[in-house]
């Protein structure tokens, strides 16, 4: 749109603190192709008539326990700071909130959903850290566990911080992908280019510890239980035409919110019956509020925010029974190609150094080879109580260079959506894990699924499933009912025996 409606030598202004230095480059090209310039604003227009803007928020920031973060946040400092070191780099500048919460264990709730304290952190090669954060946020005792290393600086000092980098000709590791164009500019500005390059705390931070592992292992276990409570509520109730879209996402948040642990929702539910469903990214409202009707399809996409785990689950279900004839043989025949999809990403084994966008095509071979496809990726990344979405990592057809390594979360989510009529998708977590082959001359690399929560059997079309496909499907309802069982009423654990039934 630049590129066309531009005015040859036309001057088209930004605000560096909004775009990073990859975005900039893009919307520099774009202004060219019009024969026109880009200028950074010292100010946002914006930001002159937005006179009833919110203020920033100030909500507490309190450590994360070690118990649940598995490695003091001393020793997560030291290395990544030696990493810094190593490579010749003597500081790196943080301006992702969920990097600077996971290197220092605190966690804020500033963000809807998501527990993160919005700040700025320089991370120095000793493993010292500069934070530049609202002084007014920091609860009783948080400077004790932030210790002697770490120095708690006003949010106007980061500018005057990153002046004296560039004084002293520090080498500053910069991500261009993430950091603000402001960051570069003041850098630059002082003489001190910054070094472009991935944020260090990324990788780290995606290679889950044992301790969160165990955690995630335990919250999905616990959320499993929740949505198995759902989904037998969900199967007597709906068919009576009682329950809507908004009744739906609200009794799950309930059944949620029993846990200790629970603190929040991870994402706000998608909640999408009938056509509904066939919005990828739907959100329901009173406007937009469906009826649950017995012969649709509900597609239920829904997660938690637990103090050892993050969680996030799509389940699609039929509400009553399958429609008869060619509606109910189409609706079959989708659900179980996107099945398929899951159980090939669920299965593979692959090299170590192997990419999520190299095994991607295996989400959607099933549905290829009937003409269909889904406008997604396939996969992403997953915190440990922080964000539902987190980097470097996915599983998505757009070319990704990080490798999958043990530790790793990852949604697995194929789909399919057909327009005006319903939506699918099988979404679980799944955790990289080693794997070993006799003879095998690779190091290899697998997945492990974390979620437990029965897929509905009324929609698979049995045909279309091969041997080991079943026995995949047979295996994950028997240890879904094994470890579900226990943690649920009478009433759900009689609807789970029939519920994960062998389809063998």
């Given at each position: 749109w630049i590129a066309e409606n531009l005015p040859k030598g036309g001057v088209l202004g930004y605000d560096p603190w909004l775009h990073t230095v990859d975005g900039v480059a893009r919307l520099k090209e774009a202004a060219a192709k019009a024969g026109g310039t880009l200028q950074a604003l010292p100010d946002n227009p914006l930001d002159a008539v937005w006179t009833d803007q919110p203020p920033p928020p100030i909500s507490p920031v309190v450590p994360h326990d070690l118990v649940y973060a598995g490695k003091a946040a001393a020793e997560k400092r030291h290395e990544v700071g030696a990493t810094l070191a190593k490579e010749g780099i003597d500081a790196a500048v943080l301006t992702l909130p969920d990097s600077i919460a996971w290197l220092l264990n605190i966690r804020g709730a500033d963000v809807p959903h998501t527990p993160l304290p919005l700040s700025f952190a320089i991370l120095h090669k000793d493993g010292t850290v500069d934070l530049f954060i609202e002084k007014l946020k920091l609860a009783p005792g948080l400077a004790g566990h932030l210790g002697n290393e770490v120095a708690v600086h006003a949010p106007a000092e980061f500018g005057p911080a990153l002046d004296r980098l560039g004084a002293a000709k520090a080498r500053v590791l910069v991500d261009p992908g993430s950091a603000p164009?402001?960051?570069f500019d003041r850098l630059a500005a002082v003489g001190a280019p910054p070094v472009k390059g991935d944020d260090p705390c990324a990788l780290p931070k995606a290679c889950k510890n044992p301790v969160e592992i165990a955690g995630t292992r335990n919250a999905h276990r616990r959320d499993g239980a929740a949505v198995a409570r759902f989904l037998?509520?969900?199967?007597?109730?709906?068919?009576?035409?009682?329950?809507?879209?908004?009744?739906?996402?609200?009794?799950?948040?309930?059944?949620?919110?029993?846990?200790?642990?629970?603190?929040?929702?991870?994402?706000?539910?998608i909640a999408g019956a009938g056509p509904n469903g066939a919005i990828v990214h739907y959100r329901s409202t009173a406007k937009t509020n469906r009826l649950l009707s017995p012969g649709e399809?509900?597609?239920?996409?829904?997660?938690?925010?637990?103090?050892?785990?993050?969680?996030?689950?799509?389940?699609?279900?039929?509400?009553?029974?399958?429609?008869?004839?060619?509606?109910?043989?189409?609706?079959?025949?989708?659900?179980?190609?996107?099945?398929?999809?899951?159980?090939?990403?669920?299965?593979?084994?692959?090299?170590?150094?192997?990419?999520?966008?190299?095994?991607?095509?295996?989400?959607?071979?099933?549905?290829?080879?009937?003409?269909?496809?889904?406008?997604?990726?396939?996969?992403?990344?997953?915190?440990?109580?922080?964000?539902?979405?987190?980097?470097?990592?996915?599983i998505s057809k757009l070319p990704n260079r990080v490798g999958l390594e043990p530790g790793m979360i990852v949604s697995n989510e194929p789909g399919y959506y057909k327009t005006r009529s319903y939506g699918i998708r099988i979404e679980n977590l799944v955790v990289v894990v080693p794997v070993e082959v006799a003879g095998g001359e690779r190091e290899l690399r697998g997945f492990e699924t974390l979620t437990l929560a029965?897929?509905?059997?009324?929609?698979?079309?049995?045909?279309?499933?091969?041997?080991?496909?079943?026995?995949?499907?047979?295996?994950?309802?028997?240890?879904?009912?094994?470890?579900?069982?226990?943690?649920?009423?009478?009433?759900?654990?009689?609807?789970?025996?029939?519920a994960t039934r062998p389809l063998g």
């Open positions: 164009a402001w960051v037998c509520w969900l199967d007597r109730e709906a068919p009576e035409g009682r329950v809507t879209e908004l009744d739906a996402a609200a009794k799950l948040h309930a059944f949620r919110r029993e846990n200790e642990l629970f603190r929040d929702l991870s994402f706000d539910t399809i509900f597609l239920l996409d829904s997660g938690a925010q637990y103090l050892d785990g993050t969680t996030d689950i799509t389940r699609t279900v039929i509400i009553g029974a399958v429609p008869d004839g060619p509606l109910g043989a189409e609706m079959r025949d989708r659900f179980t190609r996107v099945l398929k999809g899951h159980i090939a990403i669920a299965t593979v084994r692959f090299p170590k150094g192997t990419s999520g966008s190299q095994i991607d095509v295996l989400a959607r071979m099933a549905l290829w080879q009937a003409g269909l496809d889904y406008d997604h990726g396939t996969g992403h990344g997953v915190g440990s109580y922080l964000g539902v979405h987190e980097g470097p990592h996915r029965p897929i509905d059997q009324r929609l698979i079309e049995p045909s279309l499933l091969t041997r080991d496909e079943i026995a995949w499907l047979d295996a994950y309802h028997a240890r879904v009912r094994e470890e579900l069982t226990p943690l649920v009423d009478d009433a759900t654990a009689s609807w789970l025996i029939q």
